[in-house]
């Protein structure tokens, strides 16, 4: 059937060996070492349970479409209770359940004209011609996807039904069809086509593909050509990654967690994008803040750069990614690394972070945002955000700058970052701050990357990256100098 746009695969999304949506994929346990090789490859040749896969799916797309639980945690929980599903199995749950959620708006599209009465039928079944919809949208076979979902009557000639509503979604104007065809929200594919201008048909689509599995090496403990030989014994091939030096592609049909490269903190799952976010820290040894540390993806980075010295300050207001962080740094053997979980706001936020006014050489504010730039890996969050919360959120980053930025000493650097692809984050933030601080400047990112790595991921001064022109998440970084 002709797809309103490139489709994720063209094979089955339940049977490709392409990498897994979220970093944190739901993936199953590699086969043990020491399991016979005939062994695994009848497990992984055994054909599903669709009647099993069918009901998990159900269960995890439910827990984010009707009770607004985020996609990576809401297949975890549901897959953690269903151990007696095969792995094969595991991951035709997970990535039809995020090969739907990147395409909801156009299945919904779709099925309204191909099911007279869609909206009007009972959610689970909805929900059931959802995923099978979403399966031969993916390029699988109609009479298949039918009979594994035991559709009939109606139901099963809809999916029939499928190519005559794609013709009248691909007839439509482009400028109502493409938030439908992109799947996203009206005021977001605004936002696409202000951002990206004649790009964004191709923005929304690389968005709407399946991230990489991408790994950092942690040089405190190996390199990136030791790492791939340790992980090549461990069965897994990997690829360097073409910006960061830092980091490697992993083959996909792996459960990181359980490789021994893993628990032994040689490696960490960190986005390409996210590495060269942070590069821009360069953390020399002496005293550095990152003050949204959440879990720790790129404190551990900039302890790395410190080579695990110095006073590396990692601050949140989270006190579960706080624990999570400390976990990491100690597999990852951070030893510079102090956590605080820290205020929000007002004058608590103020006082706990004044001990360190005019005291830090590098201050990296890796701001909360819209993650708009994510949508690869996390494909639910699009129908999260709303223009009101985007304002909120700008106010919110606005404020953050402005608070630690009091941290940075004179000569010392402010690194700001987003994982956003939107303007309003970024480079207006950036602008909003300078007006006031006339003693800060920016300092172009390829000074720091190099001119070559710095003419690949820069636009202007500031690090711009997104999924169609860097094959990275969206990210935004900016350099801010405070003179000395
Ligand atoms: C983009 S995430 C940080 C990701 C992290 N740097 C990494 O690389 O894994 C933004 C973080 O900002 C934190 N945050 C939100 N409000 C904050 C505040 N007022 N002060 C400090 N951190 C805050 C959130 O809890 C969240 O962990």
Redesign the pocket.
Known sequence: MKRPHRPASKKSSSKRSSPPSSQKSASRPAPSRAAPREEASARSTRPLREDLVLQASLEAYGLVRHEGRLSDRALDFTLRRKAHLYSTERRAVSERVYALLRRQRTVDYLLSRARSGFERLETTRQDVLRLAASRVLHGESTPTVARDSALSGEDAAALNALPEAAAALEALPAAKRFPIAASLPDFLAAKFQETFGEDAVRAAEAMNERAPLTARFNPLKTDRETLRKRLAEEGVESTPTPLSPLGLWLETRVNVFSLESFREGFLELQDEG?QLLGMLVDAPPTRVV??????????LQLAAQMKNRGDLHA????EG?IDELRKRARRAGVHNARTQV?P??GAP?EEAIAPLKDKADRVLV????SGTGTYRRKPDARYRVTAEELKNQVA?QKA?LERFSAMVKPGGRLIYGT?SILREENEAVVEDFLSRHPDFSVRPVAEELGAELGAKVSRGPFLRLAPHTHGTDGFFGAILVRAK
């Open positions: 996210s990152d003050a949204c540390a959440g879990a720790g993806g790129k404190t601050l949140d207001v989270d990614r820290i929000p706001e936020a890796d701001a909360p945002c919110r953050l994982c």
